[in-house]
């Protein structure tokens, strides 16, 4: 089961995601004002946020840009699924360029969403999808930019902000070593877990092949990621994926 965040200033939407989302295994949080989506991330890092644009104060592009420029790492790195009533491929490529992994628009299919959702979980990190979504968006961009210039002649270089520049190689965290001399601490079912997730390609084809549920699964990985120590499931399952964590 993942944890959430919904954030929509319409009552009906929120209990259109919620329900959906429940009934999919997910503990769903709501939130009806940008400020108060900001102040639930502060105590409880959702794994998702569901995200709504036109929202009166804060509205859904400064939770986004706040989001993805928190110095904590595992909130800047929660997947963000934008679900606005914004239809203009302006709104769509700026939401991919500023952060978000995903832009569905109002009114959408509830299994759409669910399906969503379940795909930035089980997916790939979320800083290499956005880095994916972001480098499509920008690319996007200049063919729309280019189309409205028809007339001149050259390549378009749209110049937008520092999201378009590729991140600077860092060093491994320091927290790294640690979590690799804690690998002998597993239980064999632990360890057999993290070999089947190494070889499959989703959480849900890894419960399938061990017979038992994804929320089983999820539950199993947070118990690893606490005694290993890394900094949330996610940050787990993209150590399992690539390798660097079982050798």
């Keep these: 089961m993942a944890t959430v965040l919904a954030v929509d200033d319409e009552p009906d939407i929120l209990e259109i ?4 989302l429940e009934l999919d295994g997910h503990e769903v949080l709501l939130a009806r004002s940008g400020a108060e989506a900001l102040e639930l991330v502060r ?4 794994d998702v946020v569901v995200l709504d644009i ?15 420029s928190d110095p904590d790492l595992e ?7 934008m679900l606005t009533a914004r239809t203009a491929d302006d709104d769509r490529v700026r939401g991919g360029i500023e952060g978000a992994i995903c832009y569905l628009t109002k009114p959408f299919l509830p299994d759409e969403l669910c399906a969503e959702v379940n795909r930035a979980l089980e997916g790939e990190p979320e800083p290499v999808r956005r880095k994916h979504v972001q480098q499509e968006s920008l690319a996007e961009l200049a063919r729309m930019e280019k189309g409205a210039s028809a007339g001149r002649d050259g390549e378009v270089h749209p110049h937008l902000t520092r999201l378009e520049r590729a ?3 860092q060093s491994e965290p320091p927290h790294m070593r640690a979590v690799r001399e804690r690998i002998g ?7 057999e877990l993290l070999d089947v997730l190494h070889a499959t390609a989703s959480v849900s084809q ?8 994804r929320s089983n699964v999820y539950a199993s990985l947070r118990r690893i990621s606490r005694k290993l120590g890394t900094r949330s499931v ?10 660097d964590l079982l050798g």
């Design 17 to 20: 995601v919620k329900v959906n």
């Design 43 to 46: 105590r409880k890092v959702p």
């Design 54 to 68: 036109m929202m009166p104060g804060i509205d859904g592009w400064d939770v986004l840009a706040r989001l993805k």
């Design 75 to 81: 909130a800047a790195s929660v997947p963000v699924v």
């Design 167 to 169: 991140p600077e190689p």
């Design 185 to 191: 601490t597993l239980s064999p079912k632990q360890r």
């Design 206 to 213: 890894a419960a399938s092949d061990l017979q038992v549920s």
């Design 234 to 243: 996610r940050e787990l399952l993209a150590l399992v994926r690539e390798g």
